[in-house]
């Protein structure tokens, strides 16, 4: 690649950094032709190709990208002081080819309709509402508890190997497709990470690889998490990118699965985020509340709280705050903090729809 080619892919880099802030501003746009036209093309052909594979190719893909990138610099780091514009304009011609591939086979995603807006839901609700909202939610969790032949003291094991759950875990989308077509989930592309410990120290409990369309979950994360993950990256591959609305697909995949068990993980999935937001907003109605929730539930809880726990450290903070910008970067403007809207899209979607 010549020095011009550089210059030009580097300029294109901006470019596409200023084009994106303006497809912003066109969501109906991106909904239509990429979100809805498009990607469910470019996402199936990815699954039909990588999806039979028994390991993650997206593991091997970004295992290379490292490797490679840590052999340049260590090849080229003298030009750093020799020749630094020709350093830089490596990096960022390479980067510019990158984000324009990441933006077309999935990253235009983040710039489409919001989904409250795709389901006619309201965004916001009162502290009242959700009040109501999760007394009936743990009302829902404690009875399904019980349905699981579980004493309300004792923790609900998952009854599943990881496999076994991907295999069940598109049966609640094929059910949710029958109100939203557009949640058809076909083919399966889902997968354990390799890289499980690493994601444990980040933090993470899966990730989505937009080159190879795989989604991959952290084999090592315990409890109902696990069934959870597994639709919230499902979620990814039908293009909903934001995590919110990510979560909240896994909550309506996973409670409108067939299999009990599913249920419940999705139930006390989302019961945790609307306990907490109520301690957040009034602690008095918390207090009065949590005494309700079985005492099983709350030791699921402590189970995947202990687990997050043991593998904090320093690597959770640096990749938190990567992630943090990234997001802010491409149109979800409160970060990991935008993972509040997953309760208003679940007190708000219930009010038409009881539980």
């Not at 795709?118 to 959700?130: A, F, H, K």
């Not at 009875?143 to 049966?171: A, C, M, W």
């Not at 059910?175 to 993470?204: D, V």
Request: aromatic content about 16%; hydrophobic content about 40%; charged content about 20%.
């Amino acid at each position: 690649m010549n020095k011009r080619t550089k210059i030009i892919l580097s300029l294109l880099l901006l470019a596409q950094i200023i084009g994106l802030r303006l497809l912003s501003f066109f969501p109906e746009f991106v909904e239509k032709y990429y979100s809805l036209g498009v990607f469910p093309f470019i996402s199936k052909i990815s699954r039909h190709l990588f999806g039979w594979i028994p390991f993650s190719v997206g593991d091997v893909f970004y295992s290379a990208l490292i490797i490679l990138g840590v052999r340049w610099l260590y090849l080229n780091l003298k030009r750093l002081k020799t020749k630094p514009l020709g350093f830089f304009l490596d990096i960022t011609a390479t980067l510019s080819i990158a984000y324009f591939m990441f933006n077309m086979l999935w990253g235009f995603n983040y710039y489409r309709v919001p989904l409250h807006q795709t389901l006619g839901v309201e965004r916001d609700y009162t502290t009242e509402q959700l009040h109501s909202f999760t007394k009936d939610l743990i009302l829902k969790a404690n009875q399904l508890h019980r349905e699981l032949g579980y004493e309300d003291s004792i923790k609900v094991e998952n009854p599943f190997s990881h496999r076994e759950i991907f295999d069940r875990s598109t049966n609640g989308y094929d059910n949710l497709s029958e109100k939203f077509p557009t949640f058809s989930y076909h083919p399966k592309s889902i997968k354990p990470s390799a890289w499980s410990l690493g994601l444990s120290y980040m933090g993470y409990s899966g990730y989505y690889n937009p080159f190879t369309a795989e989604a991959q979950v952290n084999d090592m994360i315990l409890g109902h998490r696990f069934t959870v993950v597994t639709c919230h990256e499902e979620a990814h591959q039908l293009g909903y990118a934001a995590e919110n609305e990510a979560n909240f697909l896994a909550y309506l995949a996973t409670t409108h699965n067939d299999d009990l068990y599913f249920q419940y993980a999705g139930t006390i999935f989302a019961l945790r985020y609307c306990v907490n937001e109520l301690a957040r907003r009034d602690m008095d109605l918390y207090d009065e509340i949590i005494d309700t929730v079985n005492f099983g539930i709350l030791e699921s809880y402590r189970e995947v709280r202990e687990f997050w726990q043991s593998y904090e450290g320093p690597l959770e903070f640096i990749s938190k705050t990567f992630f943090d910008r990234f997001l802010k970067a491409n149109n979800q403007e409160k970060g990991l903090q935008s993972y509040s809207y997953m309760v208003a899209l679940l007190v708000n979607y219930h009010q038409e729809k009881p539980l």
